[in-house]
C-alpha cells in the first residue's frame, strides 16, 4: 500500500444528499491533493493543500467543499451533486516542491462515487 | 491546454515482449513523472525524470526525455502478464506548481 487511505471506497447518493469523503496520510507529507477521475477523460486536478492552506481551487463548482484540519486529513463534503459527478475520487499527498524538484505523489485507491 | 497526450492509447503484447509508450506534451516542463493504475485504483509512482535529464532507468523500466521534440517515452522490457495496466505521463510546467496528466496508454500483456 501507498501509505495513503481513503473512506469509503464506495459510495452512492442521490442528488439532494449530503456525504463526506476522507483521506489520512501516514507518510510525513505537508501537500494533499483531490482529483477527479470520469471515464475516458484525464485525471482532473480539484483541490491543493500545502501545510493546511488551499493554495488551489481548480475552478470546482461550490457544491465540493474541501476541509484540510491538519497535515494529515483531508475531507471532500458533497451536497446536491449531479449525476455527471459520478466519479473516482483520488486523494494524494506529497512532500511540497517546485519547479524540477516538484516531487512524486503517492496516491490511496479511491472512492468510487455514483450519483443517483 | 498542458495536457500532454500518450501514444498509443492501448497496446496488447505477449509476456516477454517489451512495451513501449509515448507521451508528447506541448509547452515546456520542470520535470516528467510517469504513473500506473490498474484497474479502478489509485495511481502509483514509477520514475521521475528531470527537465536536464535525458534518461533514467528503474529495474525493467527505461524513460527517456527529449524536450526539443517535447516528448517523453515509458520503456518495459521483458514484459509480466502483471504489468497489465494504464500507464499516465504526469507534467510539470514551467511557471506552475502541480502535475497535469495525460490521457494514458492502456497495456494488456497475454500470458
Known sequence: ?116 | SQQGEEDPQALSIQEGENATMNCSYKTSINNLQWYRQNSGRGLVHLILIRSNEREKHSGRLRVTLDTSKKSSSLLITASRAADTASYFCATVHTGFQKLVFGTGTRLLVSP
Open chain 1, 1 to 116: 500500500e501507498t501509505g495513503v487511505t481513503q473512506t469509503p471506497r464506495h459510495l452512492v447518493m442521490g442528488m439532494t444528499n449530503k456525504k463526506s469523503l476522507k483521506c489520512e496520510q501516514h507518510l510525513g507529507h505537508n501537500a494533499m491533493y483531490w482529483y477527479k477521475q470520469s471515464a475516458k477523460k484525464p485525471l482532473e486536478l480539484m483541490f491543493v493543500y500545502n501545510f493546511k492552506e488551499q493554495t488551489e481551487n481548480n475552478s470546482v463548482p461550490s457544491r465540493f467543499s474541501p476541509e484540510c484540519p491538519n497535515s494529515s486529513h483531508l475531507f471532500l463534503h458533497l451536497h446536491t451533486l449531479q449525476p455527471e459527478d459520478s466519479a473516482l475520487y483520488l486523494c494524494a499527498s506529497s512532500h511540497p516542491g517546485s519547479g524540477v524538484n516538484y516531487n512524486e505523489q503517492f496516491f490511496g485507491p479511491g472512492t468510487r462515487l455514483t450519483v443517483l
